[in-house]
């Protein structure tokens, strides 16, 4: 639903895990990757943190905001009383956590919402049903048993929209600091260290949107920060703030560039 918001008359390319879509855009084999990245119930999705540092090839081009409604799918005659087990992705199986509990419905995870309608209807359970969207429901001919089971109503999944090009900026939307960025460092093991690099957007007054730190996986505890913020690195005081950074850090890497979403 994301992708076809983005690039309406695109073909989708399904794929079972994130690492696999990482790497069908890297090899070309897809034109561009679109992956959540978090939510705004559940919070980050940490693999594609982790997959973001180790691809080497991708850069991010934009982002989508995208409303999650999710539906009770199952078969067609299925009852709802029958239902005892859900399948569907874990963050969608978090974001529906209440409305299981109050069911009795056991969660099953699946590696996609999608691919949990599928499952369903494949296997023709009649005591099971999927976690998914309505669009999930009408693509496999399958029965909506409930709509809107999420437990929190202001449910948004933010992806971004990954591609081996990068996306030259509009001057015009330069001009109206319409652009954000993101980056990933890492930072030395003293005091104020983390505090001596966001100083540098902060002097120049730029916005940070997100900050979020993941282990190194190298050194235990020690992290990457991951960082959004207003702004092209394109832009004189955004060079600026980078470079000034850049000798603070022990790893930096700009991921990428990109139009701000709006967020509906």
């Given amino acids: 639903m994301a992708a076809l918001r983005y690039f309406p008359n695109a073909e989708p390319v399904p794929l079972k895990s994130f690492q696999e879509v990482f790497s069908a855009a890297e090899s070309s084999n897809a034109d561009y990757a679109i992956v959540p990245v978090e939510n705004s119930i559940e919070g980050s999705v940490n693999e594609i943190y982790d997959l973001l540092l180790e691809s080497r090839k991708l850069e991010v081009i934009g982002e989508i905001y995208q409303r999650v409604r999710h539906c009770l799918i199952a078969n067609l005659s299925t009852r709802k009383v029958a239902i005892k087990f859900a399948h ?20 099953v995870p699946a590696y996609d919402t999608a691919g949990a309608a599928k499952l369903i209807k494949e296997s023709a359970k009649m005591d099971a049903a999927a976690i998914a969207s309505k669009r999930a429901a009408e693509l496999y001919d399958m029965l909506i048993l409930e709509e809107g089971i999420e437990d929190r109503k ?22 109206s600091g319409n652009y954000k960025t993101s980056i990933i460092f890492s930072v030395k093991h003293v005091p104020g260290a983390l505090h001596g690099i966001v100083g540098e957007f902060a002097t120049r007054k730029i916005n940070l949107t997100k900050i979020e730190s993941r282990p190194t996986k190298e050194t235990p505890w020690e992290y990457n920060f991951y960082v959004d ?36």
């Fill in 88 to 107: 569907s992705h874990p963050q969608a199986l978090a974001q529906c956590r209440g409305y299981l509990q109050r069911h009795k419905i056991e969660p």
């Fill in 229 to 264: 913020f207003e702004g092209h690195s394109s832009q004189r005081a955004v060079k600026e703030a980078l470079a000034a950074i850049k000798p603070k850090t022990l790893y930096v890497k700009t991921l990428g560039s990109y139009k701000k979403a709006d967020f509906r």
């Fill in 154 to 175: 202001n449910n948004y999944t933010r992806f971004l929209v990954l591609s081996l090009q990068e996306e030259r900026p509009e001057a015009k939307m330069l001009r």
